[in-house]
């Protein structure tokens, strides 16, 4: 609440019968020039100025904004709101029920804690496609979701129950991202302050990377860490930067042969080059007019991909007509559209604001595309996909074929992939037919290409490198963008009137973003076709694009597993790591909802769309995609026809109610919460265990060893748990001790509420290469107390109980990937005081420091390799003691000895960039910052 108002800002907007209290930014001198994200902050301070953390300076600083310089001013946002999901979200309420606790020891009021801000979590991440290719697929994966889940649901319902402005969409509604742009999302907020009703711009943090996704809707939002959406809930800003601001113009329009998933990827691409990092996107031009909502929601939510802290869209009337499509109120409609007007806040392509970097994109040069094998951002042209294939296949396979055998293999290799199986059953993915399937022969003999042709057993034909194990329409992404879920739908239904059918290998599902999708695929009449090819529907839920992508058919992972076979996932999510899709499956391609489809009819991966047919039709004639590729006419008045208001309305009419299943849970009840000691599931962290309000002087770290040594691109997906849990792994273990049976595991998202559970998956990833150890892939190191290789969770245990500190160290771009508060979590239960890198992504750098981890950077252009660190050296790092003094550092000493070698010496950077984040990291991390600060101000 603002208790300053040193520019006079305060006004009334009048819209209709209704009036609203605002912030005019016009009060501001230098505000016209600001971009449109900018001029959304500088609200936000006017609004919230309070003399103290929030200032007139701040606002002048904003105001003056140097489009060329380097940020170097910090303020602080105050999101309007936090959106959640029930993976990072559990975790943020485990801790508030935990803080409640801790403010009652400490005298407090445990009431005291409590969401000060609107707080949204919406069950998405639970849901695994356990089954596929059936129509009860659905109820049979909810009721599993529930089953393993009761404890969890029991706590978040009791959570919603016991903390204000606290929601929970249940299970089985859609995917955060969707609910949000679809429902949750504001655009223009409304809240009663004094008595009067206060209108102001939507803003949100979010527990999930792809918050950005509201972007589309011109609403100012981010993902953060589960701690620091806990301390914005809690009323704490966020501490930022002012940005550089990116400007990317957008012209022409989509060719008809592209689509939406294509202008994502070709801008990833585009950015990612460019570099962005850090830094806001926003679009402009006369070509944002032309983008529709969708399109530009799926760009928004792709940020994450390309580094960026937001990728926003101004408020113009595409925004508002979705606004109605999607059946908020006149009301609010009327408001977005005069306090858009009043503040400047409306795109006028005919006005160029000031930005600090220039782009541009014609958008009527994109083409067909997909990404892959591993990162978001190596686009592929589709034309050149089958060459791309080839040339990285021989790093996945083992089995490349020796150069002087490559002719006799061109002659040899008969049957080399599977083909189309005209007598596999339409319903289901089961394995089937009545005579062996081949690839059309100008597949078969590709010189230089590892091949390992495979017997499935119990089935009639054979697998191969290369063979698309899953076809997963799913995400956010592309789910929540009518163009191409309609596209995929249609030429369903074209390929099904082919005779096409999917190959029997392939895992097929169909994951929607929300139950509106449900209801327009039904009003066309396209779910006949889908359940043909066997996407029939799974659940409302992330599933693939988490890794939930559920366990391949016995049969056909025997085969993978034992062949050592390179087998492709192709799924329409927005993250392809190494490890984060399927176990069993090694290379990962992004791409279209239409091409999904199109690479489950191909089944493989090395396939040409131009030149190699699907299959062929009833009269014996080859089918090529061209063939069955719906036009954007079809496509257009099948969405026309197909979407209605109505739709909206009535999906989430009572949204947070849930259905049969969420009402009949036992819910707990009461302030504080009565945790289970026999839980498996929810268990209470030690985060404040011995806390004082008395801050513990930071001490230097001595006599330090290497818990792991990574290189470049480390993401959050190698260091947090994620995924399934294996039996023989420590989480796997504790869970048998605690007597969960195997097919109970459940995954690591799932018991996100168990820091046991996840400190014993943290740096676990099955693809994760700890270069203390030579070759080997998975969560193991190198214990220097035994000289032993071991799981990094016993290591760890052994180097806690000699009381050594532990460090890690790493290569450029570390901690990106999605934002995972158990990367840093984890990191610090595992003992490990400081991760020294080439450089970092913001939000899990950010997350370090929450969790009172201290982030280095090794001196500009140094490296461990370039300063000859191997890893096995003893770490003393100084001068971080200068931090009591309420001074940061910009520099501290590393010292690394190593037996037989001169000490290494070096000045590592000091990455706590803001004086908010050296107050987190004074008091330990941020929430015993919090904590301390609500008990001193109750």
């Known amino acids: 609440m603002s208790t300053v108002n040193s520019f006079d800002a305060k006004e009334t907007l009048e819209v209709g019968e209704a009036q609203y209290e605002i912030f005019g930014i016009d009060a501001v001198e230098g505000h016209e020039k600001l971009p449109y994200s900018l001029k959304i902050l500088l609200e936000n301070l006017l609004r919230t100025e309070d003399g103290a953390n929030i200032t007139a300076d701040h606002v002048r600083a ?14 602080q946002f105050t999101p309007a709101r936090v959106i959640m999901q029930d993976f990072t979200g559990v975790p943020c309420v485990v801790d508030l029920a935990t803080m409640r606790e801790a403010v009652e020891e400490l005298g407090g009021n445990p009431e005291t ?6 707080a949204e979590m919406v069950i998405d991440h639970s849901v695994m496609i356990d089954v596929a290719g ?4 659905l109820e049979k994966n909810m009721e599993l979701e529930y089953e393993r889940n009761q404890e969890r649901y029991q706590f978040l319902r009791w959570g919603q129950t016991a903390f204000d402005d606290f929601k929970v969409v249940p299970p089985g509604t859609g995917i955060v991202h969707q609910v949000n742009i679809e429902y949750l999302a504001r655009t223009i907020m409304t809240r009663e302050v004094d008595g009067v009703q206060r209108a102001y711009p939507d803003s949100c943090v979010g527990t999930d990377s792809h918050t950005t996704m509201v972007n589309g809707l011109g609403v100012l ?4 860490g589960g701690i620091e959406a806990e301390a914005a809930m809690l009323g704490q800003p966020v501490s930022m930067l002012i940005p550089r601001v990116v400007g990317f113009k957008l012209t022409g329009e989509i060719p008809a042969a592209a689509t939406a998933t294509d202008v994502v990827l070709t801008i990833t691409e585009m950015l990612r080059k460019h570099g962005v990092v850090g830094k806001f996107v926003e679009f402009y031009g006369e070509g944002v007019g032309q983008v529709p909502l969708a399109n530009r929601a799926t760009i928004g939510n792709m940020s994450p991909e390309f580094g960026s802290t937001c990728a926003i869209f101004p408020i113009d009337d595409v925004t508002v007509d979705y606004l109605r499509l999607t059946s908020r109120s006149e009301e609010q409609l009327a408001l977005v559209e005069a306090y858009a007007k009043r503040q400047g806040l409306w795109h006028d392509p005919s006005k160029e604001a000031q930005y600090s970097e220039y782009l541009e994109l014609d958008l009527s040069t994109v083409v067909p595309s997909i990404a892959g094998p591993k990162r978001p951002q190596d686009r592929i042209v589709l034309t050149e996909a089958k060459e791309s294939f080839r040339q990285v296949l021989p790093t996945y396979a083992a089995d490349e074929v020796p150069a002087e055998d490559e002719h006799q293999a061109d002659d040899a290799a008969e049957g080399s992939f599977p083909a189309s199986d005209p007598a596999a059953p339409e319903s289901d993915n089961s394995s089937g037919g009545e005579a062996p399937v081949e690839m059309p022969a100008r597949t078969r003999g590709i010189v230089g290409r590892p091949s390992k042709t495979t017997p499935v057993a119990g089935a009639d034909f054979e697998i191969d490198h290369g063979i698309v194990s899953i076809a997963s329409i799913t995400s956010c992404t592309n789910t929540s963008n009518p163009s191409v879920m309609m596209a995929a739908g249609l030429l369903a239904k074209n390929a099904v009137e082919k005779g096409l059918v999917s190959k029997p290998w392939v895992k097929t599902s ?7 999708v449900t209801g327009y695929y039904e009003k066309a009449g396209l779910w006949p076709y889908l359940n043909d090819l066997g996407f029939q529907l799974v659940g409302y839920g992330c599933t693939t694009c988490i890794g939930n992508s559920g366990p391949l058919a016995s049969e056909i992972s025997d085969a993978i597993n034992e ?10 999510g927005n993250r392809n790591f190494e490890g984060r899709i399927n176990p069993d499956v090694k290379m990962n391609y992004l791409a279209s909802p239409p091409l999904v489809i199109a690479y489950a009819l191909a089944g493989t991966m090395d396939f040409d769309f131009e030149n190699d047919a699907l299959g062929q039709d009833t009269d014996g004639n080859d089918v090529f995609l061209r063939d069955i590729w719906p036009s954007p006419a079809d496509v257009e008045s099948t969405i026309a026809s197909s979407i209605t208001q109505e739709m909206f309305a009535e999906d989430y009419a009572d949204v947070f109610a849930g259905d049969e299943r969420w009402q009949s849970l036992d819910t ?12 498996t599931y929810v268990r209470k962290p030690p985060y404040f265990e011995g806390m004082t309000m008395e801050l513990t002087p930071l001490a230097d770290i001595t006599g330090a060893r290497v818990l792991a040594k990574l290189g470049d691109s480390t993401t959050t997906d190698h260091i947090s748990p994620a995924g399934s849990i294996k039996a023989d792994s420590p989480a796997g273990q504790y869970l048998r001790e605690h007597g969960v049976e195997r097919k109970d595991f459940n995954s690591y998202g799932s018991r996100r509420g168990n820091h046991e559970v996840m400190i014993r998956g943290t740096f676990a990833n099955i693809r994760i290469k700890n270069q203390l150890l030579d070759g080997v892939e998975g969560g193991y190191t190198k214990n220097f107390l035994t000289g032993e290789q071991e799981f990094i969770y016993d290591a760890a245990q052994a180097y806690a109980e000699q009381g050594i500190p532990l460090v890690v160290l790493a290569g450029k771009e570390y901690g990106t990937g999605s934002s995972r508060d158990w990367a840093a979590k984890g990191t610090m239960l595992l003992g490990v ?6 450089s970092y992504e913001r939000i899990h750098r950010s997350n370090l420091i929450g969790m009172g981890v201290l982030p280095l950077q090794f001196p500009a252009g140094e490296n461990a390799e370039s300063l000859g660190l191997t890893g096995e050296e003893v770490f003393d790092i100084e001068g971080i003691t200068a931090l009591n003094e309420g001074t940061t550092p910009k520099t501290v000493k590393v010292t690394a000895t190593r037996e037989g070698a001169e000490p290494v010496v070096f000045d590592a950077v000091v990455r706590i960039d803001t004086p908010g984040e050296a107050d987190y990291f004074r008091n330990g991390g941020i929430l015993q910052y919090v904590l301390r600060s609500l008990v001193k101000a109750a």
Do not use: Y
């Open 833 to 838: 005081k400081a991760v020294i890198t080439e």
């Open 563 to 572: 062949a050592d076979l390179a087998v492709t996932a192709v799924l329409s």
């Open 221 to 224: 939002g981010w993902g953060v």
């Open 668 to 679: 707990p009840e009461g302030a504080t919460f009565e945790w289970d000691q026999e839980s």
């Open 134 to 137: 059936r129509l009860d697929a």
């Open 113 to 118: 804690i409590n969401p000060l801000a609107p």
């Open 510 to 516: 169909m994951a929607p973003g929300s139950q509106v």
């Open 62 to 75: 904003l105001a003056s904004w140097d489009p060329s310089a380097e940020p170097d001013t910090e303020i």
